[in-house]
């Protein structure tokens, strides 16, 4: 399964950014591999609206399926609910590494969309 990550840049060590339609990219992980993958969401950060929605939509084009980020806005996650896609929280202000080793664990809280 392919799960995202919200980034400030690419790689383990980057703190996951708490923003989802703003966030400066999208650190991906295939979970049956551990291969990773960036996508540059640079497009959307001084976007004047839509950013949300917009990333939204690269996440369901890239096949991701499990969304690690901060708050997702209300346009966005009806976008991403359509699509199947599960959002968690509750990571605080930790790396990559870190949050994708609470995942794994099961401790992030899978968000109502």
Known sequence: ????????GNGWNEQVDIR?????GF???ETENDSTEYLDNSA???AQQGAGTSSAQMII???IKALITGKVGPNASRVLKTAGVDVYGGIGYASIKEAYEKYKRGLLTKQEL
């Open 1 to 8: 399964m392919k799960i995202a990550f919200t980034a400030y």
């Open 20 to 24: 989802f339609g703003r966030a400066k």
């Open 27 to 29: 650190f991906t992980i």
């Open 44 to 46: 959307n950060l001084n």
């Open 61 to 63: 084009n890239n096949g």
